[in-house]
């Protein structure tokens, strides 16, 4: 099936774009892009400030949508497969697969979604190029957001899978069949799309006319979204001087972003927040992550997952964050605990104030970042003050019980043991949000045995435990059959 568009001129707003993606669920192949025709067509959206900016704001719609295998399920997906969340075998038999470290190429998530958002910016990227009427305030700053959105997609796709195709057109001609590009070349696009979107995007955060600036909301990626993407990006491909200063840089902007108090942290007006992305419009919900997490009942069909007791028993004497964003429910004698940084779960058909959105980017990550980087980099005692800073704002008062909660970390660790100790403080702080900790364990060199992954050595234990049977070759998601019946050029990861 060809991947068509709809007729551009009724592309004002985001609404028409949230059809233009739902349509594409039934295509068989993400590169299957519009024909000549359409795409001629298509480019009117490009004579108007209004539509143009629309094509660009229904990707932030649609990539919070509230439904299984689309982006915010990405932090269900990746916490199963790690140590995050327990699985009933209740619902979907994709969480079973996910949960026993099982998937086969039957599975399809995120793939072809995140193809469909790379098409669109694109396609933007395109039409800014060509002839339009655009102001140049809203191409410089829609080129960096085309840019930055980019790069996060890839991001995701080359963490899950490895080697993962490269397009960067919308002819179909160049992409009908299209190899998988060595990761090491996508890591480059990524950087050279994010550098690209720190030099293009201001300083400010945009209403949705990407001129007025907002002062209430931080929906759309600034210079600094830009620099905080950058950081995880060089963090993750051993570049640590440049993780260093790209999270320096954001760290400095003292006047924009601070450190929230733990209840604070994921409210629309958190100072904490680099970048969020608002849920698509429904009057009763606010984040796919609450109606999926928050447990009212035991877990079952809609709600099929609970916090693992591992990650529950993680957390230290006196930290607040277990008391904050981990919730409980009782059934019986069994006692079920759920993720609850997001707190306010969708009422049915009732109208809600919408007071959190979906969390993209923060500051607590940027100083994980430069604190991984810098251990990395030889300078420990630096590392060991961002997470000395982290732990401060979780540390809750002293009491009889525990006098002294949440103790400083020493300046005076061994490496191995800086780097256990920042593991750890990740693990606790960025719990479900977006597959952290299962990018960690796989990003990460042993411990006991720097030749392997840090998942190799933790995961056979954790995944026996969950029914499954660990092999480093689970490390990475496979490419869906589908797929590889319509890219003769395409190839499976192995052991799938």
């Given at each position: 099936?060809?991947?068509i568009?709809i007729n551009?001129?009724?592309l004002?707003f985001?609404?028409p774009?949230?059809a233009?993606?739902?349509?594409a ?7 299957t892009?519009?024909t000549?025709a359409?795409?001629v067509?298509g480019a009117?959206?490009f004579?108007?400030n209004?539509?143009?900016?629309g094509l660009?704001t ?7 949508r509230?439904?299984e295998?689309?982006?915010p399920?990405?932090s269900?997906?990746a916490?199963?497969?790690a140590d ?11 969480n ?9 190429n039957?599975f399809t998530?995120?793939?072809?979604e995140?193809y469909?958002?790379?098409?669109v910016t ?5 039409g800014i190029a060509?002839?339009?009427k655009?102001?140049?305030d809203?191409i410089?700053r829609?080129?960096g957001?085309?840019k930055?959105?980019r ?9 899950l899978h490895?080697?993962v195709p490269v397009?960067t057109?919308?002819?179909?001609t ?5 190899a ?5 070349q996508v890591?480059q696009?990524?950087?050279s799309?994010?550098?690209d979107?720190?030099n ?8 949705a006319d990407?001129?007025?600036v907002s ?7 600034n ?6 993407l950058l950081a995880?990006?060089?963090?993750q491909t051993?570049?640590y001087p ?11 902007q003292t ?5 929230e ?11 904490e927040a680099?970048?969020q992305?608002?849920?698509t419009a429904n009057?009763s919900w606010?984040t796919y992550?609450?109606?999926i997490?928050?447990?009212?009942t035991?877990?079952g ?5 609970s916090?693992?007791?591992?990650l529950y028993n993680a957390?230290?004497d006196?930290?607040s964050?277990?008391?904050s ?6 059934s ?7 993720p609850?940084k997001y ?10 104030p919408?007071t959190?959105?979906?969390m993209i980017?923060?500051l607590a990550?940027?100083y994980?970042?430069r ?9 420990i005692?630096?590392g060991?003050?961002?997470l ?21 970390l ?9 780097l256990?100790a920042m593991?750890?403080e990740?693990q606790v702080?960025?719990?479900t949000?977006?597959g952290?900790?299962?990018l960690?364990?796989?990003?990460l060199k ?11 050595e933790i995961?056979?234990?954790i995944s026996?435990?969950?029914g499954?049977t660990w092999?480093?070759?689970?490390q990475?998601?496979?490419i ?5 019946n319509?890219d003769?050029?395409?190839t499976?990861?192995p052991g799938?």
């Amino acid at each position: 099936m060809k991947f068509i568009l709809i007729n551009r001129r009724s592309l004002v707003f985001a609404l028409p774009f949230l059809a233009l993606l739902g349509t594409a669920t039934s295509c068989k192949k993400f590169v299957t892009v519009p024909t000549t025709a359409a795409k001629v067509d298509g480019a009117e959206v490009f004579q108007s400030n209004a539509a143009a900016i629309g094509l660009m704001t229904g990707v932030y719609a649609n990539a919070t949508r509230n439904s299984e295998g689309y982006f915010p399920y990405f932090s269900i997906a990746a916490g199963l497969s790690a140590d995050e969340l327990t699985a009933y075998g209740i619902g979907s038999p994709v969480n079973t697969a996910l949960y026993a470290n099982n998937l086969t190429n039957t599975f399809t998530y995120f793939w072809s979604e995140f193809y469909k958002y790379i098409y669109v910016t694109n396609q933007i990227l395109e039409g800014i190029a060509g002839p339009n009427k655009l102001s140049p305030d809203v191409i410089t700053r829609l080129s960096g957001e085309a840019k930055f959105t980019r790069a996060l997609f890839y991001y995701y796709l080359v963490t899950l899978h490895g080697d993962v195709p490269v397009v960067t057109a919308t002819d179909y001609t160049q992409n009908e069949q299209k190899a998988r590009t060595p990761e090491a070349q996508v890591y480059q696009l990524i950087i050279s799309d994010l550098q690209d979107a720190e030099n293009l995007l201001g300083p400010d955060y945009t209403n949705a006319d990407l001129e007025t600036v907002s002062t209430t909301t931080r929906l759309r990626p600034n210079k600094w979204a830009a620099a905080a993407l950058l950081a995880r990006v060089y963090l993750q491909t051993g570049d640590y001087p440049n993780a260093i200063a790209e999270a320096t840089k954001v760290i400095s902007q003292t006047d924009t972003y601070q450190l929230e108090t733990l209840a604070n942290v994921f409210l629309v007006t958190s100072k904490e927040a680099i970048l969020q992305f608002q849920p698509t419009a429904n009057s009763s919900w606010n984040t796919y992550d609450a109606n999926i997490f928050i447990l009212t009942t035991p877990p079952g069909y809609s709600n099929p997952v609970s916090l693992s007791n591992g990650l529950y028993n993680a957390f230290e004497d006196g930290d607040s964050r277990k008391t904050s964003w981990v919730g409980s429910f009782q059934s019986g004698s069994t006692t079920y605990y759920f993720p609850y940084k997001y707190k306010v779960r969708n009422t049915g058909t009732a109208a809600i104030p919408l007071t959190e959105d979906q969390m993209i980017l923060r500051l607590a990550e940027q100083y994980l970042i430069r604190a991984e980087a810098s251990i990395q980099n030889g300078d420990i005692a630096g590392g060991i003050a961002d997470l000395n800073t982290i732990r401060a704002r979780a540390r809750a008062a002293s009491t009889t019980d525990v006098p002294d909660p949440l103790p400083a970390l020493s300046s005076t660790l061994s490496k191995n043991d800086a780097l256990l100790a920042m593991e750890h403080e990740r693990q606790v702080e960025l719990f479900t949000e977006l597959g952290d900790r299962w990018l960690t364990l796989k990003r990460l060199k042993g411990l006991s045995n720097p030749g392997i992954a840090r998942a190799d050595e933790i995961m056979p234990i954790i995944s026996t435990a969950k029914g499954g049977t660990w092999s480093t070759d689970d490390q990475l998601y496979p490419i869906s059959l589908t797929e590889l019946n319509s890219d003769s050029k395409l190839t499976q990861n192995p052991g799938y």
